[in-house]
């Protein structure tokens, strides 16, 4: 189970915390990303943290979000800077997984997927 | 190209079949998932690796994968698969980037 937290109102140009709270499973095994969505619209991936701490994020909030975890909390963290109203949605936390299998060849091949998602927190960007 | 396309709205009658494409460069390397959202939930998968239902999810839904073409497949559906349906893969330039789909919204008449 995934639950994240910490969403709110907040000024154009302020900043926010957002927290993901793991359990369930061994949290330090797996990596986790940040999916928002926009009101009305699609899902969008913002940022993923490996299980040894290694981020990648989006284009879009590069420079100004930053992505932690706590393996000892079991949690997640996303600092939200500089904030614009196109920051405005719902964001998700979802559990990465890296799924092996043996396939022709005898070769390993990896399926990629979220399977567990956060019900998710809200971010109201307006002044 | 770094996007997955889906057409925006898809409508079916209850109890007969839909389907729903995703197209993109991308799919020619990478695996595709599928991933249902009702309104003001969070999603659930649906699908990963192209074809693969996890445990749980009714075997109405199946999905195909050839060339750059993503297929998720709803026979004969329900009331309660009424609902936003999102393709995703991974991003051919690094490892851990996602990108989805705009997402398809699936009507039952």
């Known amino acids: 189970q995934l639950v994240e937290s910490g969403g709110g109102l907040v000024q154009p140009g302020g900043s926010l915390r957002l927290s993901c709270a793991a359990s369930g499973f061994t949290f330090d095994n797996y990596t986790i990303s940040w999916v928002r969505q926009a009101p009305g619209e699609g899902l969008e991936w913002i940022s993923s943290i490996s299980s040894g701490g290694g981020v990648d994020y989006a284009d879009s909030v590069k420079g100004r979000f930053t992505t932690t975890r706590d393996n000892a909390r079991a949690s997640l963290f996303l600092q939200l800077n500089s904030l614009g109203v196109e920051d405005t949605g719902v964001y998700f936390c979802a559990r990465d997984v890296k799924h092996s299998w043996l396939g022709p060849g005898g070769y390993y091949y990896f399926y990629f997927y979220m399977d567990v998602w956060g019900k998710g927190t809200t971010i109201t960007v307006s002044s | 190209s770094s996007e997955l396309t889906q057409d925006p709205a898809v409508s079916v009658a209850l109890g007969q079949t839909a389907r729903i494409t995703c197209q993109g460069d991308r799919l020619r390397n990478y695996y595709t998932n599928w991933y249902q959202q009702r309104p003001g939930q969070a999603p659930v998968l649906l699908i990963y690796?192209?074809?693969n239902r996890p445990s749980g999810i009714p075997d109405r839904f199946s999905a195909s994968s050839t060339g750059n073409t993503a297929s998720l497949i709803i026979t004969g559906a329900q009331a309660e698969d009424e609902a936003d349906y999102y393709c995703?893969?991974?991003?051919?330039?690094?490892?851990?980037?996602?990108?989805f789909g705009g997402g398809t919204r699936v009507t039952v008449l």
């Open positions: 690796g192209d074809s």
């Open positions: 995703n893969s991974r991003d051919s330039s690094a490892d851990h980037l996602w990108i």
